[in-house]
């Protein structure tokens, strides 16, 4: 199984960016795919994740900002983030999970970092 994410850079605060990552190896459709979020103070931090399901989550300081969105006919995650602010800044990091009552399988990118900076 492969996550591999893109779409990071530097960008001036108010600005967008679209994250992306390439899952291989599993059927998304099946899981629940999320972005999280690395600061040098706080384990890694759900950013938006959406369900097989189509339910979605936001953390707060990120609603009405950023849209996490799938593809699973490419098995493609995405995450549109406008208005960013300095405090978006990290390393963002894909995640594709599924549990059952038999069995649980996680899996990470290597992260995409972001810069929020004038």
């Known amino acids: 199984v492969q996550l591999v994410e893109s779409g990071g850079g530097l960008v001036q605060p108010g600005g967008s960016l679209r994250l992306s990552c390439a899952i291989s190896?599993?059927?998304?459709?099946?899981?629940?795919v999320g972005w999280y979020r690395q600061t040098p103070d706080t384990p890694r931090d759900l950013v938006a994740d959406?369900?097989?399901?189509?339910?979605?989550k936001y953390a707060d300081s990120v609603k009405g900002r950023f849209t996490i969105s799938r593809d699973n006919a490419k098995n493609m995650v995405y995450l549109q983030m406008n208005d960013l602010k300095p405090e978006d800044a990290g390393p963002y990091y894909c995640n594709a999970e599924r549990v059952t009552t038999t069995s649980a399988n996680d899996y990470w990118g290597q992260g995409t970092q972001v810069t929020v900076s004038s």
């Open positions: 190896g599993i059927d998304i459709s099946i899981y629940t």
């Open positions: 959406l369900t097989s399901g189509g339910a979605t």
